[in-house]
């Protein structure tokens, strides 16, 4: 039974076919076509103010060389937003619980933030790994620590949004299957879990937005770090 639980984080396959790729497209047909008129509909102006809100959020720590950044990285959080709340419905799947496709997604953007830096001033990247003042014999030492800190940013990156997300399927789930278990045997329980159920399920939907936010807002900063 407890194998089960985690049956939610497999990928849907159809004829042999893992349907990654469509749970992938699918939240990009929700999104409204763009209009070449200025005011179209409701829809649409939300959407427009959702995008602008989120870029003006993510271009504040950056300078103006980080602004050409601004589509990839508003492309990036309407993505994983979008695909971490439809997997919070039934019967759907949420590409994000799987590490291999987050460790995907964190470390060429990693790698180009390092590579940006290495490239326009190679000199102050690599002064991250020493800092001023630093005593002579702590130097190695320093420089293995930095190094290992900075290596192990885009697998921190994947597993934070891994772990978080693949944490409260496990917990919705298992709370979900207590309470109509305990429905037939203990209803005052059952409703108890119920409501735990209900304010999981809304801490949940905070987690995704947030965990989304995070994840691209942790990007910037590295890109900030190197420009």
Do not use: C
Not at 17 to 29: M, Q
């Amino acid at each position: 039974m407890n194998l089960s639980f985690f049956d939610q984080f497999s990928s849907p396959y159809l004829l042999g076919i893992p349907l990654i790729l469509l749970s992938l497209l699918f939240p990009a047909l929700l999104l409204p076509a763009p209009d070449k008129r200025w005011i179209s509909n409701r829809l649409s102006t939300l959407q427009l103010w959702s995008i602008h809100l989120i870029t003006k959020q993510l271009m504040i720590p950056l300078n103006k060389a980080g602004h050409k950044w601004a589509m990839l990285l508003t492309s990036l959080m309407i993505m994983l937003l979008v695909i971490n709340l439809l997997g919070l419905l039934p019967y759907t799947f949420t590409p994000t619980t799987q590490l291999s496709m987050n460790m995907a997604l964190a470390f060429p953007l990693w790698l180009a933030t390092l590579l940006i830096g290495l490239r326009n001033q190679p000199s102050t990247s690599l002064g991250h790994l020493l800092p001023e003042g630093t005593p002579t014999p702590l130097i190695p030492a320093l420089i293995m620590i930095e190094t290992t800190s900075l290596l192990i940013r885009p697998l921190a990156l994947g597993v934070r949004l891994t772990a978080n997300l693949t944490a409260g399927h496990l917990l919705i789930q298992l709370i979900s299957t207590a309470t109509a278990i305990l429905l037939p045997m203990m209803p005052a329980i059952s409703i108890l879990t119920f409501t735990i159920l209900l304010l999981l399920t809304l801490l949940e939907v905070a987690v995704a937005m947030i965990q989304a936010y995070v994840f691209t807002l942790l990007l910037s900063l590295y890109l900030q770090e190197n420009i």
